[in-house]
């Protein structure tokens, strides 16, 4: 009896173990993973609702925000599937995915006006030049810019209080290279974060508040911000952000596209690949939808036919680069 007992208790074990495999399999099987940028977050978040949707819940489609920079270490370690970038991979990344041996497919999604948020009742700050916002963040300004009115002498006698993006995030990048004209190159002493709402709130908060960040923060925050028309120089034309002045180019150099890297492997996965061109498919619709700017249909054939022939690397050298557009973006990725 005392042996029958024994043998009982082993053969209930190993089928607790065997079903313990199958469901962690299956759980696994239906389960595509993503993290990165926060300015590509709401585009990818609402792609996937879709998706999961279509599929009637049978994949789960897992969206994080750890930044672009830091999305970018977790892909490269083989730890997600997709990675969500504001910005093209930059060399380190190249090659730390190189030395794990991760190879991607990179996939434009959409474009972004990186967008400059004041106060609704800053009355005085509508419009800035490039050189106006580079004085408020170029590492230089560390302890010493602290007033508007140093920013122009008509500004008030008011504390600057800044906000932006914290390091690991793309749009940090991309604003210190557009702006500062160095990326990543910036003072410290301001409120930098990785969530773009935790900026909303502090410019909503205080009238002698600015910051920047995704367009899409700034629509879905209607009454609650006010977008700063953009100068190149003091002779150019104000332009604000809008789905009109990034088509035609003249919202610089704060416009960008925006991106999804797929890891190779994970692409021969059923699940991912299904949710991968449900979003080219459905990525124009959805990223109007949530307030960025939709590429021409075309760029979306063009990324789906990239996808299917399974096309490694990236179209851009690795560096940080401003003022791409649509039409340059789309001669890129047709050649690489």
């Known amino acids: 009896m005392f042996k029958q007992k024994i043998l009982s208790q082993k053969i209930s074990a190993i089928a607790g173990l065997l079903a ?33 949707k279509a599929v009637k819940g049978k994949t789960k489609v897992t969206v994080g925000i750890s930044g672009t920079g830091g999305g970018f270490k977790k892909f490269c370690r083989g730890e997600t599937d997709i990675s969500n970038a504001s910005r093209p991979i930059l060399k380190q990344e190249m090659e730390a995915c190189k030395n794990n041996g991760i190879q991607y497919i990179e996939l434009p999604v959409a474009f972004d006006a990186l967008t400059v ?6 009355n005085w700050a509508n419009e800035l030049t490039v050189a106006e916002l580079k004085k408020m963040y170029e590492p230089a300004a560390q302890g010493k810019i602290t007033n508007w009115n140093q920013i122009r002498p008509t500004f008030p006698n008011a504390p600057l209080k800044l906000a932006g993006a914290g390091a690991d995030s793309g749009t940090f990048d991309y604003f210190t290279e557009a702006i500062v004209g160095k990326a990543k190159s910036s003072r410290g002493d301001y409120l930098a974060t990785e969530d773009d709402n935790v900026t909303v ?69 059923p699940e991912v690949a299904a949710f991968v061109e449900f979003y080219l498919k459905n990525g124009a ?6 307030g960025y700017v939709d590429l021409p249909a075309k760029a979306y054939t063009l990324a789906l036919e990239n996808f299917k022939k399974r096309k490694i690397g990236t179209a851009f050298g690795g560096e940080a680069e401003v003022g791409v557009s649509v039409e340059e973006l789309l001669a890129r990725e047709a050649k690489h």
């Open 201 to 269: 709130q502090f410019v909503e908060r205080d009238v002698n508040a600015i910051g920047y960040l995704g367009l899409a923060y700034y629509v879905e925050n209607p009454g609650k911000l006010k977008a700063v028309a953009i100068k190149m120089d003091d002779k150019s034309p104000a332009v604000l952000p809008s789905l009109e002045t990034v088509n035609k180019g003249t919202y610089q150099p704060l416009s960008r596209p925006i991106f999804i890297y797929v890891n190779r492997k994970s692409a021969d996965n």
């Open 20 to 52: 313990g495999a199958v469901l962690a399999h299956a759980a696994h099987a239906g389960l595509v993973k993503v993290d990165g940028s926060s300015t590509v977050y709401p585009v990818t978040e609402a792609v996937a609702e879709e998706f999961q």
């Open 117 to 122: 948020i004041i106060n609704p009742k800053n």
């Open 285 to 290: 619709k959805l990223s109007k939808e949530v």
